[in-house]
């Protein structure tokens, strides 16, 4: 009934179907177009291409041109010293050329142009000491001289994957693409002369000309019209499913939340004040809450949940709230306890590392409804985790989840109301390929009494100054975050390690002044080092980007960014998050290699000037395109092949309205578009939000 429909099988067919494809180039293929199958190899699009029908006679080559043409092979001219080329000349009756072959192998080149035989050769005209040369042309036979002459599209690559090798595989899968029903609507795609999905996706491999490269182009635009279409449809599916299901009225809460508010060392923000009031009036209504609470780092997204989760327990249920590492979800149950405790509201943290009978007892407690508010990382919504009367979920994504998480949750609790925080600034159009129309709570507001971060940048060779400013900063008390890239020195990359920074450091300021963390360490010995750190027992922190996510020592005033030509900008700014907490005057320096590339330098300087989040993502997206803002490519969520959010912005604002209308005329698809666009969505692997067509 649900199943993927049998024409697009071909699509799904692994790579090593294809000829010239064995087990080895497909683990490299694989690598490069992001996907297993043959659908993936065909959405990989050239970035150039080369025209070989120009052909003329030799003497009338133009130089740098890229001719094809018939020439008489003479004679070889291998050479002793494989440092030198072997040439070999050719001619036709207008004159002479020199085809020229690095490290190249005497017998091979002898079979390939034997002398006193007609060829046909292709390549780029180069003019050496006034001769005519060819490096490394292409060869045939005269008869098959039409598979020459054409236009041969460039492909990214990676190393073992030559553009031959590529080529040869995409057509082999050309032959693959079926014809399959339209799933646009007909004026749609007759206004803006679109062609039909498998002549576009097949002309995407025969560009014929410059502008056919481009992402406006009307075949790229329709493929990434479509890429987009399944995206939005998608999430306009699960989020028809999840309204469908009814949800539950909470009052607001206000003897808890009084008794919390009473308890808390600071009043709430006005943009603080204006999200509660927005999940108050969502969770009060008997519809499911689905909402997006969206706050740069530090702007007090815990403290909303919290009085989110009171709503909840107030009626008598249970509240849950999971972070995405276990640090996170530590450092939530220390944030909360106090509050927690003045209200005298039972909760309990579970995590990947609780195992055997403690496990046993936290699940026992979730069970009875013992525990009124649960803390955790995923471990929280494992199957066996079974709750007495879930109301809330609050998923602190910190931009780690995606789609995929959140569809699990919400088939594991029907009818709870839920609360994404995130601490992305997500520019407008990746929030809606993320998010779809979440209802979104904006924290736009730093609390009280935060001044501004001071951004400085310093060239590698300026180390010193910055250590000694340190040492200077650190005897007045100053708590010092020190950011590397790489925990292991690498030969590839020339990153300084975190474990040679650490050294040198220690050396600096006193052995055990200086703590070190890293991704590799057990969660325990991170935990313990973290303790050392807020407790004032280090100095200096050394990490490499474990602490991007969510970290709270209020007391850390200075952030050190080695490498930061390294990272990307969101990443930039969250790790600068990590100060600024407290009233002190903070700063962050960013340490930088040098020669800077242009990009790099737009970057730092970007992060030098604002320290507006948003700002900082709609920056990023333009530097890069989308790229992974989201963490998307851990996720697996939204990397569209074709689509490219900086270009393609428009597209997907229609996209979403397109995927609306369809979800409100044909819930199910059951219509013949509605049929067709299953196909779409079976396509692009959606097939998690069809599975919801299924039973009801
Ligand atoms: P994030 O949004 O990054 O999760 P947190 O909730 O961890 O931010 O809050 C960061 C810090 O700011 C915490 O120490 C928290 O107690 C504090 N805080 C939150 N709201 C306020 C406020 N209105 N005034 C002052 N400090 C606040
Ligand atoms: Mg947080």
């Known amino acids: 009934m649900n199943q993927r429909p049998f024409e697009i099988d071909p699509l799904f067919r692994s790579l090593t179907t294809l000829a010239g494809v064995g087990p080895r180039n497909a683990k490299l293929l694989e690598k490069l177009i992001g996907g297993p199958k043959v659908l993936d190899l065909l959405l990989h699009a050239p970035i150039d291409f080369i025209d070989r029908r120009f052909s003329c006679p030799i003497a009338k080559c133009p130089n740098g041109k890229v001719v094809t043409m018939e020439v008489h092979v003479d004679k070889h001219f291998p050479n002793a010293r494989k440092s030198l080329p072997y040439r070999v000349k050719c ?25 006193g035989k007609n060829m046909i050769i292709s390549g ?45 595989a995409i057509n082999g899968a050309l032959d693959f693409i079926p014809k399959l029903p339209e799933w646009l609507d007909d004026a749609h ?12 996706l097949r002309s995407l491999h025969e560009p014929l000309s410059l502008d056919e490269l481009e992402p406006m182009h009307k075949t790229r635009v329709r493929l990434a019209y479509d890429e987009l279409l ?19 009225a909470f009052p607001t809460s206000t003897d808890l939340r009084s008794k919390v508010e009473a308890a808390l060392p600071f009043i709430l923000t006005g943009a603080q004040k204006r999200s509660l ?10 519809a499911r809450m689905l909402r997006l609470l969206q706050g740069d780092v530090g702007s007090g997204k815990t403290v909303v949940a919290c009085m989110a989760m009171l709503n909840a327990i107030e009626a008598g249920a ?18 909360l306890k106090p509050w927690l405790c003045a209200a005298g509201v039972s909760f309990v943290t579970l995590t990947g590392r609780d195992k055997g009978k403690s496990r046993d007892a936290i699940l026992q407690q979730i069970k009875d409804g013992d525990a009124q508010i649960i803390i955790g990382t995923h471990a929280i919504f494992q199957q066996d985790v079974e709750y007495h009367d879930l109301g809330l979920a609050v998923i602190d994504e910190q931009h780690r989840f995606g789609v995929h998480q959140r569809l699990e949750l919400s088939n594991k609790n029907k009818g709870t109301d839920i609360l994404v925080m995130t601490a992305t600034p997500i520019p407008r159009t990746l929030a809606l390929t993320a998010y779809g129309d979440l209802e979104v709570s904006k924290l736009d507001e730093k609390p009280a009494g935060r001044k501004p971060i001071e951004t400085l940048l310093f060239s590698n060779e300026k180390i010193e100054q910055v250590m000694a400013g340190l040492k200077r900063k650190t005897s007045e008390g100053a708590r010092v975050y020190w950011v590397c890239p790489l925990v292991e020195e690498s030969e590839l990359v020339n990153l300084t390690s975190a474990e040679e920074r650490f050294d040198i450091l220690q050396s600096c300021f006193g052995t055990g002044r200086v703590g070190l963390i890293h991704g590799r360490m057990k969660p325990t010995e991170k935990d313990a080092v973290m303790a050392q750190f807020k407790d004032g027992a280090l100095d200096i922190l050394v990490a490499t980007t474990v602490i991007e996510v ?15 030509e390294h990272f990307g900008l969101s990443q930039l700014h969250q790790l600068r998050g990590r100060v600024g907490r407290g009233a002190e005057q903070s700063y962050c320096f960013l340490l930088y290699a040098t020669p800077l590339g242009e990009t790099a330098k737009e970057r730092l300087n970007i992060m030098r000037d604002t320290e507006d989040g948003f700002i900082i993502a709609e920056k990023d997206l333009e530097l890069r395109g989308g790229g992974d803002i989201l963490g998307t490519k851990q996720s697996g969520m939204t990397e569209f092949k074709i689509a490219d959010l900086a270009a393609h912005s428009d597209l997907l604002a229609t996209a979403r309205d397109d995927a609306k209308l369809i979800i409100n005329k044909d819930p199910k698809l059951e219509s013949k578009r509605g049929k067709a666009l299953k196909t779409l969505l079976y396509l692009f692997e959606r097939d998690q939000a069809i599975q919801y067509f299924r039973g009801g």
Not at 230 to 248: E, P
Not at 277 to 286: A, K, L, W
Not at 318 to 335: F, G, K, N, V, Y
């Open 550 to 564: 969510g970290v709270n020592v209020p007391e850390a005033t200075i952030m050190v960014i080695e490498h930061a």
């Open 91 to 115: 001619t036709d009756n207008s004159g002479e050329i020199s085809l020229v072959f690095f490290h190249a192998n005497k017998g091979w080149i002898e079979k390939l142009l034997p002398i």
């Open 124 to 168: 780029r005209v180069e003019y050496f000491q006034g001769l005519p040369q060819m490096v490394h042309p292409e060869i045939a036979k005269p008869e098959e001289r039409k598979t020459l002459e054409t236009v041969e599209p460039i492909y990214p690559l990676t190393q073992g994957v030559t553009n031959k090798t590529l080529r040869k």
């Open 277 to 286: 009031f927005e999940i108050d009036e969502d969770m009060r209504i008997p």
């Open 318 to 335: 249970q509240a849950a709230i999971m972070a995405p590492t276990e640090i996170l979800a530590r450092q939530h149950e220390m944030s």
């Open 189 to 200: 795609k007759t206004q803006n002369g679109w062609g039909d999905w498998h002549d576009n």
């Open 230 to 248: 399944a995206n939005q449809l998608t999430l306009a599916i699960v989020r028809d499913h999840q309204r469908k299901i009814n949800g539950r």
